[in-house]
């Protein structure tokens, strides 16, 4: 896509100051991200770009409406390099009016959770509910769905085909972070095939490459992407910036990554390669902290300069997805900018999109209308009947003990889990729990045309009793139930189903605790921020009451625990994934 | 164009150290255009990209060949942005012989001058002659051709249609110099349509903007080109720097603008919107003094520093042309490098081109084979057959004096002219000169179908007799011929009509000094460097024996004469044209 004024002649009488601009932002202190400069300046808007910057006629205010910024700091609009708007739990059209307040103006997203539901039909959807909205919301095609092949079974598969057929969207600029890196470093058919698509659409490419390096980073750059938002570690950082990549430094709600970034780029002589993103921000966090605007405010407390903070979400941005006219205040530039009154506080007072105010003071000043679309009444969540026996394990012998392969939680603050070995009783011909750490784990495929239902065991997981049950599972987002009992299983799963997706909160004694609705895609509610993020504490305080007392964020523990990407074993609708080895793990030894 | 690996799987592979690289070099001090180090390092090239940077194992060297650089620098090869190779009066491939061995392995040319006379075809013919060289010639359009329509007559005329049908050449990249700069900014059909067409077609907008400034220079941008390589003044580089535009810092045989723009640019925060460009360097020059290198040369003798001035004609570069995987020796980058064995002098001991050396120690080593193309064989200069009457100015009385409007150099040094009043004589109804510092000036249109000769009178050129002629006279190429007496254009007429255009330098008594010939396009000549700057050497003698003692370079004087972008007056093939008005000014007041 280009970003382009429509009628170019109008716009060039305009920064002649022929006719009248449609709006002057007089009196303001622009901060220039070409030079670093920050300089007194009128800035001259028509038809949504700017035509002229003037520093020094300060009483030339040829403008149809004059704002005075009296003083205050005048930054392009900010750009978030990667994000997924499902992890806000809200569609676009509330998540946009959640993040303009803050001084997004654009997001490069990437519709993965929604596209391993609803496949090609969920991207189109976010696409199309991104339409139209004050804010400009860019469309990274989804590459890895699902992700792992073979070991998992989602909603949908996309190969080159699907990526050629999705660039035609409008607003669809990348190929968004290429997940499968073992794919790409081995040139396995299907990676190569999807970049290629990619390229030949024109699409940059992102990437997505967690504690790569040397050979392997080297290969990786050499197949093709170029970004990275998943470094952690300083080194890390340091050897991918030093190869060559774009590094978007993430602050997501789980993701603090900025310390350790910083670090690493800090000394480099040119600051032009690294950007900034949120990646996966709750509603809940976006009210209360910010979006953008608080990734600059952490990058600036950690030691940024706060210019180079704002360059990094903005021009640099803008360079790293390919898109000219976009992320200065300079003529020829979309009119998208924020007033702010302090560059470390980034407390936005306006915040104009394509030139039209859109926010002030943190509140919304336009409308975004509601919407209604067909996906939206849909239900996703398409299982059989259930019955208790579905959630029972049986075991190959009638009573006794047998010696099992379960899934380990290490540690309550760790997302990583190992494989370990458990002797389990058995009686009547079904396992029993009697460990207190232990519960049943239950992966429900919920798509059209697949009854599969993996169960096993999990230990250290956090809750202690009753079900815990969530259609938010990355990537593929099955059922994912964790129980003490198949009867309380049964109760949130059919609790879901009803519902059409989201999480649900059983006590011991099979009474729903609470259920978050999430309808659309079992993903997504199309509630706004503010009634969303009181629904979720809700069942973060359900999360709590089921024993997951320690972690900051509760509901981010059952999410992740069929993402079979990361180590060493997960979940999925087919069993115990052996992550490394791309090998199911039979239950019983 | 993309520049990417044909074959992934087999760079993959080498990446991984699974299969041989074709080539390693090793123990080379790297400088690295991402973070501004320079740290000892092997490189590993496959099929002409780089595979893999080694940083820390120097013992894993898993290539066919080795060369051990021996602690010596390893950079990217050098980038033009913006160059004629028609300056250097070579043909693309001789062009190729000479600025390899300085370590150019990439130029952005703009064959606007062949343009001029052969229109889309000598576009092509560039093109063409510069495919499978061991260096690139990429292709910006030409966008002005001719450079003032409606003031002069080229060979060619190029709209929306022309740059539409040229961007489906191979190496085309970019729209060239947008020199028309008042037609961008008074929204002129013309050029609005051309940069619509080549924005359409993705390319790259060139732009050109001499002294713009203020509303003028935002108008510009709004118009749509982004980056200007006519900076002079500081103030001027500092202006259009802070607009946004990318400054290609030029040092050409004439221009020598990196002092004045370094001053501009040196206090910037960023510096990565900086590039150099030769734009015109002669045959000499290249041979003698340099080409990219001394562009860095210059750049670091004026203070920057060496790795930010390396950077500037690499990797800004690449970025400024929107062109991935060039400009960084990095992984997945085409393997194009230098290396050299100081900074600071920038004399390359080995030039890499896509992987295979191309030249050493000053000297080519792969051979460019001589080509043959049926336009180097055809005579462009289609003049009628000329008389003496031709030369002559028929004045509107018998004899007596009569008022007149000549073409005034005002200053040796410099191409401006102005407009002056003069009384001069009549005799039997023809103007006759004795003003030893008047001369007649002829503009001889030289294409089909138009048999225009425009004659006047100039002051100050320089020469004090014989003629001068030339069909190298921007833009429209024209032959012009700057005489004493008609009897002697005539006969440079006639001598660059036969050897199919040139110069030609002819006596006060009818005998030739020298010619120097430019049979290709009556621009290029197909002889090598050191032959032509040779013969070029005799035309600048020839020159100055007709009294052009006080130039450096007496062949630019004649150059520029028929050039209706430079203010205040210049001739063209239908007179005297007021440059600021696009008038016709009469030589009889």
């Given at each position: 896509?280009?970003?382009?004024?429509?009628?170019?002649?109008?716009?060039?009488?305009?920064?002649?100051?022929?006719?009248?601009?449609?709006?002057?932002?007089?009196?303001?202190?622009?901060?220039?991200?070409?030079?670093?400069?920050?300089?007194?300046?009128?800035?001259?808007?028509k038809?949504?770009?700017?035509?002229?910057?003037?520093?020094?006629?300060?009483?030339?205010?040829?403008?149809?409406?004059?704002i005075?910024?009296?003083?205050?700091?005048?930054?392009?609009?900010?750009?978030?390099?990667?994000?997924?708007?499902?992890?806000?739990?809200?569609?676009?059209?509330?998540?946009?009016?959640?993040?303009?307040?803050?001084?997004?103006?654009t997001?490069?997203t990437?519709?993965?959770?929604?596209?391993?539901?609803?496949?090609?039909?969920?991207?189109?959807?976010?696409?199309?509910?991104?339409?139209?909205?004050?804010?400009?919301?860019?469309?990274?095609?989804?590459?890895?769905?699902?992700?792992?092949?073979?070991?998992?079974?989602?909603?949908?598969?996309?190969?080159?085909?699907?990526?050629?057929?999705?660039?035609?969207?409008?607003r669809?600029?990348?190929?968004?972070?290429?997940?499968?890196?073992?794919?790409?470093?081995?040139?396995?058919?299907?990676?190569?095939?999807?970049i290629?698509?990619?390229?030949?659409?024109?699409?940059?490419?992102?990437?997505?490459?967690?504690?790569?390096?040397?050979?392997a980073?080297?290969?990786?750059?050499?197949?093709?992407?170029?970004?990275?938002?998943?470094?952690?570690?300083?080194?890390?950082?340091?050897?991918?910036?030093?190869?060559?990549m774009?590094?978007?430094?993430?602050?997501?709600?789980?993701?603090?990554?900025?310390?350790?970034?910083?670090?690493?780029?800090?000394?480099?002589?040119?600051?032009?390669?690294?950007?900034?993103?949120?990646?996966?921000?709750?509603?809940?966090?976006?009210?209360k902290?910010?979006?953008?605007?608080?990734?600059?405010?952490?990058?600036?407390?950690?030691?940024?300069?706060?210019?180079?903070?704002?360059?990094?979400c903005?021009?640099?941005?803008?360079?790293?997805?390919?898109?000219?006219?976009?992320?200065?205040?300079?003529?020829?530039?979309?009119?998208?900018?924020?007033?702010?009154?302090?560059l470390?506080?980034?407390?936005?007072?306006?915040?104009?999109?394509?030139?039209q105010k859109v926010?002030?003071?943190?509140?919304?000043?336009?409308?975004?209308e509601?919407?209604?679309?067909?996906l939206?009444?849909?239900?996703?969540?398409?299982?059989?009947?259930?019955?208790?026996?579905?959630?029972?394990?049986?075991?190959?012998?009638?009573?006794?003990e047998?010696?099992?392969?379960?899934?380990?939680?290490?540690?309550?603050?760790?997302?990583?889990?190992?494989?370990?070995?458990?002797?389990l009783?058995?009686?009547?011909?079904?396992?029993?729990?009697?460990?207190p750490?232990m519960?049943?784990?239950?992966?429900?495929?919920?798509?059209?045309?697949?009854?599969?239902?993996?169960?096993?065991?999990?230990?250290?997981?956090?809750?202690?009793?009753?079900?815990?049950?969530s259609?938010?599972?990355?990537?593929?987002?099955?059922?994912?139930?964790?129980?003490?009992?198949?009867?309380?299983?049964?109760?949130?799963?059919?609790?879901?189903?009803?519902?059409?997706?989201?999480?649900?909160?059983?006590?011991?004694?099979?009474?729903?605790?609470?259920?978050?609705?999430?309808?659309?895609?079992?993903?997504?509610?199309?509630?706004?921020?503010?009634?969303?993020?009181?629904?979720?504490?809700?069942?973060?305080q359900?999360n709590?009451?089921?024993?997951?007392?320690?972690?900051?964020n509760?509901?981010?523990?059952?999410?992740?625990?069929?993402?079979?990407?990361?180590?060493?074993?997960?979940?999925?609708?087919?069993?115990l994934?052996?992550?490394?080895?791309?090998?199911?793990?039979?239950?019983?030894k």
């Amino acid at each position: 896509m280009k970003i382009q004024a429509k009628d170019r002649k109008t716009l060039l009488k305009a920064a002649l100051g022929e006719i009248n601009s449609d709006l002057a932002i007089i009196n303001a202190n622009v901060v220039n991200v070409f030079n670093g400069e920050v300089s007194k300046a009128n800035v001259f808007v028509k038809d949504g770009f700017i035509a002229h910057v003037e520093y020094d006629d300060f009483a030339d205010i040829k403008a149809d409406e004059v704002i005075d910024a009296q003083g205050q700091y005048l930054i392009p609009g900010l750009i978030d390099a990667h994000v997924h708007i499902e992890s806000s739990m809200m569609v676009p059209r509330n998540f946009a009016k959640a993040v303009i307040p803050h001084g997004t103006t654009t997001v490069v997203t990437d519709p993965h959770e929604i596209g391993n539901v609803w496949g090609k039909e969920g991207v189109i959807y976010m696409h199309n509910d991104g339409d139209n909205l004050p804010m400009r919301q860019l469309i990274d095609i989804p590459s890895c769905v699902p992700a792992v092949p073979g070991m998992e079974n989602a909603g949908a598969e996309f190969f080159a085909e699907e990526i050629e057929e999705l660039s035609s969207l409008e607003r669809v600029i990348g190929l968004a972070e290429v997940m499968d890196f073992l794919g790409v470093i081995n040139g396995e058919d299907r990676m190569m095939d999807i970049i290629a698509a990619a390229e030949k659409k024109g699409l940059y490419i992102q990437g997505h490459a967690p504690f790569l390096s040397g050979r392997a980073l080297s290969a990786y750059l050499c197949g093709g992407p170029r970004t990275c938002h998943e470094s952690r570690e300083t080194t890390e950082a340091y050897l991918k910036h030093r190869s060559g990549m774009y590094i978007d430094m993430r602050d997501s709600s789980m993701c603090k990554n900025v310390p350790a970034i910083w670090a690493a780029i800090k000394n480099s002589r040119y600051l032009d390669q690294l950007c900034l993103c949120t990646d996966d921000r709750e509603s809940e966090d976006i009210l209360k902290i910010g979006h953008m605007n608080d990734v600059v405010r952490v990058a600036i407390k950690n030691g940024m300069n706060p210019v180079d903070a704002i360059r990094s979400c903005t021009y640099n941005t803008a360079r790293e997805i390919g898109l000219k006219n976009l992320g200065a205040v300079a003529p020829g530039y979309v009119a998208d900018m924020v007033i702010l009154p302090d560059l470390n506080e980034m407390k936005p007072h306006m915040v104009f999109f394509e030139g039209q105010k859109v926010a002030e003071d943190g509140k919304m000043t336009v409308r975004i209308e509601d919407r209604s679309f067909d996906l939206e009444t849909r239900n996703s969540v398409s299982v059989k009947d259930l019955t208790i026996e579905d959630f029972r394990i049986k075991a190959p012998i009638e009573n006794g003990e047998v010696e099992c392969n379960i899934m380990d939680f290490g540690d309550i603050n760790s997302s990583n889990t190992v494989c370990s070995a458990a002797t389990l009783k058995v009686k009547d011909g079904y396992l029993v729990l009697d460990d207190p750490d232990m519960m049943y784990v239950a992966v429900v495929n919920r798509y059209p045309g697949n009854d599969n239902i993996a169960v096993h065991v999990v230990r250290g997981f956090g809750t202690k009793k009753g079900a815990l049950a969530s259609t938010v599972s990355h990537d593929s987002h099955n059922l994912t139930i964790v129980y003490d009992k198949p009867e309380n299983a049964l109760v949130a799963a059919n609790e879901l189903k009803k519902v059409g997706g989201g999480m649900c909160a059983v006590d011991e004694d099979g009474t729903i605790i609470h259920t978050l609705a999430l309808p659309v895609g079992g993903l997504l509610s199309t509630k706004v921020a503010e009634e969303l993020a009181e629904d979720a504490n809700q069942m973060k305080q359900a999360n709590r009451a089921l024993g997951l007392t320690d972690l900051e964020n509760p509901i981010l523990r059952i999410v992740t625990l069929a993402l079979p990407v990361i180590p060493d074993v997960k979940m999925s609708d087919l069993g115990l994934v052996d992550v490394n080895k791309k090998e199911l793990i039979p239950l019983f030894k």
